[in-house]
């Protein structure tokens, strides 16, 4: 994409949500980003454990930057995610985007969560070019 704006740079500049969460992109290439976000306080529920939402959102940030990676404005139309392992106050949050498929204006992109070598979470988002 030489002379070309980058898209995942981009979107990200601004995106206050993942900014304000403290989400930040490690990595990101054609189809694939990881994203990494620590555990604060303020994410924690009434079990003492990560708030679901916290854990899906630094998800859903690679998931966004991977899709997002071809150029195109790409938006989520729809997203699953199964918690495989608590996760707590002061965890840092890896979370590996990549593209399984794409088909026309959709796409498939699995979301491995980790917290050092150990899932916390898998997630599969679905997207769909919104722009040519």
């Known amino acids: 994409m030489q002379g070309m704006t980058d898209p ?4 990200l500049a601004a995106d206050r949500a993942s900014r304000d ?3 930040e992109l490690l990595e990101s290439g054609p189809g694939r980003a990881t994203a990494r976000m620590a555990v604060t306080a303020s994410m924690v529920n009434g079990h ?5 939402a916290f854990v899906f959102a630094v998800a859903d ?3 966004a930057c991977a899709c997002n990676s071809h150029g195109p404005v790409t938006v ?7 918690f495989v392992a608590p996760v ?6 890896v979370a590996e985007a990549v593209e399984r498929t794409r088909f026309g204006r ?8 980790r917290r050092g070598a150990e899932v916390v979470a898998e997630f599969r988002g ?7």
Do not use: C, K, P
Request: aromatic fraction near 4%; hydrophobic fraction near 40%; proline fraction near 0%.
């Open 8 to 11: 995942v740079a981009t979107m």
């Open 21 to 23: 969460l403290g989400i």
């Open 48 to 52: 003492g454990l990560a708030h679901g």
């Open 61 to 63: 940030t690679a998931f």
């Open 76 to 82: 989520a139309s729809g997203a699953d995610i199964t």
């Open 88 to 93: 707590r106050e002061g965890d840092e949050l």
């Open 106 to 113: 959709n796409g498939i992109y699995d979301v491995t969560v």
């Open 126 to 132: 679905r997207s769909r070019t919104v722009q040519r």
